[in-house]
């Protein structure tokens, strides 16, 4: 009997076909049993380089993002692994600090789907669409091939697919809750999953977090055996300015003080991410010796974060932030309150139906002076009318109108906010969010990748 064999794809749209035809990212059964089996098949690759593993509730993408830039300022060649992609799958598998090309995409994807029937038949569940991402992305890091990879979690930590890998560094930003459905009701019972990626003798760099959550994840790294190195503690935002652009950062990090760095990312929330990046990096070189003040001054002013606070349109200015919990949310209120003069400022916000919508909703509900509810084209996408149940319970019937079609609802923000300016000195904004899918539609709409 002959076996099934995998046809190769042609194209990006063959190839992201293929893969959406899988278990969604949504559909999960907690087991690394098929990702083992996979990555085995494929030679193990991501044993191939070293890496950096990246965990928490929110923060993770800009933290990757700002890892990778230092990285490759240190001349090293990175690989980096994001999800969800903001615009275009091909996003979370980068090298070099750039997605993979659609040729390169198709290649990656072809290098791996003969090996993907092998472990479908072999198992009681066929891989999901989010490990066959993962085995690709370490497969085509070791193809390469990379000096590091720079690997973000999908959710969670002890089952995720990414954590196949023995990281020399993992990094656990803020942790909050979300995905409770998978990951537990608690902050701490999610710190006791995401604490799975810190492996014995690995340097652990721990954003600021509650007592519990600390507890949870220093009772972790002593048990394997890694070390600590604690924001407020070990690292840390010495300083902070916004500045035309962004902000202005003086940080400590574990070999030394980096003063006055310009970050162009908006938002506290972000000083600390970096913060957490240099640490992280500083860890992985090992030594006793700062990462020299021109490496981390050139690389930080050259991040950019896609769709976290970014301006991509002016008059009136539209902002789009991936906020889809309560905790992103008040981050980038605060940062907007910060950063920002704008008055008033219109939402926009299209959420998914299993996150929490009446907590985003009231994190954001004083920073806003009316909120147009929308949906985006996900099958998860709350309807617009759903959403405005909550959103006029929580804002009031006069601060909401509700429009189902994504560009209809940003047009109509942006009139209301030009209608609504208050002054000569300060102009109305719209701020799209509630989800990465609402925002990375959005940004195709208002002219795409840049």
Same mark, same amino acid.
């Given at each position: 009997?002959?076996?099934?064999?995998?046809?190769?794809?042609?194209?990006?749209?063959?190839?992201?076909?293929?893969?959406?035809?899988?278990?969604?990212?949504?559909?999960?059964?907690?087991?690394?049993?098929?990702?083992?089996?996979?990555?085995?098949?494929?030679?193990?690759?991501?044993?191939?380089?070293?890496?950096?593993?990246?965990?928490?509730?929110?923060?993770?993408?800009?933290?990757?993002?700002?890892?990778?830039?230092?990285?490759?300022?240190?001349?090293?060649?990175?690989?980096?692994?994001?999800?969800?992609?903001?615009?275009?799958?091909?996003?979370?598998?980068?090298?070099?600090?750039?997605?993979?090309?659609?040729?390169?995409?198709?290649?990656?994807?072809?290098?791996?789907?003969?090996?993907?029937?092998?472990?479908?038949?072999?198992?009681?569940?066929?891989?999901?669409?989010?490990?066959?991402?993962?085995?690709?992305?370490?497969?085509?890091?070791?193809?390469?091939?990379?000096?590091?990879?720079?690997?973000?979690?999908?959710?969670?930590?002890?089952?995720?697919?990414?954590?196949?890998?023995?990281?020399?560094?993992?990094?656990?930003?803020?942790?909050?809750?979300?995905?409770?459905?998978?990951?537990?009701?608690?902050?701490?019972?999610?710190?006791?999953?995401?604490?799975?990626?810190?492996?014995?003798?690995?340097?652990?760099?721990?954003?600021?977090?509650?007592?519990?959550?600390?507890?949870?994840?220093?009772?972790?790294?002593?048990?394997?055996?890694?070390?600590?190195?604690?924001?407020?503690?070990?690292?840390?935002?010495?300083?902070?300015?916004?500045?035309?652009?962004?902000?202005?950062?003086?940080?400590?990090?574990?070999?030394?003080?980096?003063?006055?760095?310009?970050?162009?990312?908006?938002?506290?929330?972000?000083?600390?991410? @970096? &913060?957490? $990046? !240099?640490?992280?990096?500083?860890?992985? *070189?090992?030594?006793? /010796?700062?990462? =020299? +003040? #021109?490496? %981390?001054?050139?690389?930080?002013?050259?991040?950019?974060?896609?769709?976290?606070?970014?301006?991509?349109?002016?008059?009136?200015?539209?902002?789009?932030?991936?906020?889809?919990?309560?905790?992103?949310?008040?981050?980038?209120?605060?940062?907007?309150?910060?950063?920002?003069?704008?008055?008033?400022?219109?939402?926009?916000?299209?959420?998914?139906?299993?996150?929490?919508?009446?907590?985003?909703?009231?994190?954001?509900?004083?920073?806003?002076?009316?909120?147009?509810?929308?949906?985006?084209? @996900? &099958?998860? $996408? !709350?309807?617009?009318?759903?959403?405005? *149940?909550?959103?006029? /319970?929580?804002? =009031? +019937? #006069?601060? %909401?109108?509700?429009?189902?079609?994504?560009?209809?609802?940003?047009?109509?923000?942006?009139?209301?906010?030009?209608?609504?300016?208050?002054?000569?000195?300060?102009?109305?904004?719209?701020?799209?969010?509630?989800?990465?899918?609402?925002?990375?539609?959005?940004?195709?709409?208002?002219?795409?990748?840049?």
């Amino acid at each position: 009997m002959n076996e099934p064999v995998a046809r190769p794809a042609e194209t990006f749209a063959e190839a992201e076909d293929a893969l959406l035809s899988r278990w969604p990212e949504t559909r999960l059964e907690p087991s690394l049993d098929r990702i083992r089996a996979f990555t085995e098949l494929l030679g193990d690759p991501q044993r191939a380089y070293r890496s950096i593993h990246l965990t928490g509730t929110n923060g993770k993408t800009s933290t990757s993002r700002m890892i990778d830039a230092l990285l490759r300022a240190l001349e090293l060649r990175t690989g980096r692994f994001t999800s969800p992609h903001v615009e275009r799958m091909s996003e979370r598998i980068s090298i070099d600090g750039e997605p993979l090309d659609d040729e390169a995409f198709v290649r990656a994807f072809n290098d791996i789907a003969p090996y993907t029937h092998l472990v479908d038949r072999a198992g009681e569940h066929p891989l999901s669409f989010f490990e066959t991402v993962v085995g690709m992305a370490y497969a085509a890091f070791a193809d390469a091939p990379v000096d590091v990879a720079v690997v973000e979690v999908g959710m969670g930590g002890s089952w995720d697919a990414t954590n196949v890998i023995d990281a020399d560094v993992a990094v656990v930003t803020p942790i909050a809750v979300d995905h409770a459905h998978y990951l537990g009701d608690t902050a701490v019972e999610i710190a006791r999953e995401k604490a799975g990626i810190i492996k014995p003798g690995s340097v652990a760099v721990l954003a600021q977090q509650t007592a519990a959550v600390a507890t949870v994840l220093l009772e972790r790294i002593a048990e394997v055996g890694a070390t600590a190195a604690r924001e407020g503690l070990e690292f840390g935002v010495v300083s902070r300015a916004p500045a035309v652009g962004g902000q202005v950062v003086t940080l400590q990090g574990l070999r030394g003080r980096y003063d006055d760095l310009f970050l162009p990312l908006y938002g506290a929330h972000q000083a600390q991410n @970096a &913060a957490a $990046a !240099l640490a992280a990096v500083e860890a992985f *070189v090992g030594g006793e /010796e700062p990462l =020299g +003040d #021109d490496i %981390v001054r050139g690389a930080f002013a050259e991040i950019t974060s896609p769709g976290r606070l970014e301006v991509v349109r002016r008059s009136p200015t539209i902002v789009l932030d991936a906020a889809h919990n309560p905790h992103g949310a008040e981050a980038a209120a605060a940062a907007l309150d910060d950063s920002f003069q704008f008055d008033p400022v219109i939402g926009v916000i299209g959420v998914m139906g299993d996150k929490d919508a009446e907590g985003l909703l009231a994190a954001f509900e004083p920073h806003l002076e009316h909120v147009v509810v929308t949906q985006n084209s @996900a &099958a998860r $996408a !709350l309807s617009a009318d759903r959403l405005a *149940v909550v959103a006029r /319970e929580v804002f =009031g +019937d #006069d601060r %909401v109108t509700v429009v189902p079609l994504l560009a209809d609802a940003i047009d109509a923000a942006a009139a209301r906010a030009e209608a609504t300016g208050s002054d000569a000195l300060s102009s109305g904004a719209v701020l799209v969010t509630g989800s990465v899918v609402t925002v990375g539609e959005a940004r195709t709409l208002l002219g795409g990748r840049k």
